[in-house]
């Protein structure tokens, strides 16, 4: 009973997560907030250091949202970034030395930056509508300045899904 209340538990976060990301492609005003709630989701399951568990919802996410979206820029977004990022998060945090994780952390959103704004300047997405005129280093600037808020808001959201989720096994 206990392995298929997990299985449940995994797919009803699935859902939620696909859910989001359908809406961030369907209604504007929800967006990247959306995609980021999205990809929050699998760090649930991190929070209790259930690593397959949080592959198998970031995985089930990805490719029904590939498949299921109608804007793919969000479900491109998702995969590259808000959806692996608890994963390459957990992984790094586990070295537990800060700086060499701050420099791992960097260095994974430095190879992010270049992948998304080269993938945006290919245009097979549109990922920023009104910075794609400003030079790289304003748009690298932003990205990693928002990279280190993020990362910081998400370390206090694992925090709370550790407390609000610790009867989760």
Known sequence: MKNS??????GLLTALSV???WL???????????CICAGILPAVMLSKRRVRAGTI???STMVLSLILLPAKRYAIVYALFFG??????????RLNN?????ICKLIYAAITFAVLYFISKLGLIILMD???????????????????????IFSKMIALFSTLFKYVK
């Open 57 to 59: 919802i970031y995985t």
């Open 98 to 102: 800060l700086s060499l994780e701050w």
């Open 130 to 152: 009104r910075l794609s005129n400003q030079p790289v280093f304003i748009l690298a600037a932003l990205f990693f300045i928002g990279f280190i808020f993020y990362d910081i």
């Open 24 to 34: 961030a492609a369907a209604v504007p005003a929800v967006g990247w907030g959306g």
């Open 84 to 93: 692996i990022y608890p994963l390459v998060k957990y992984a790094i945090e």
């Open 5 to 10: 209340a997990q299985i449940a538990y995994e």
């Open 19 to 21: 859910v989001l990301l």
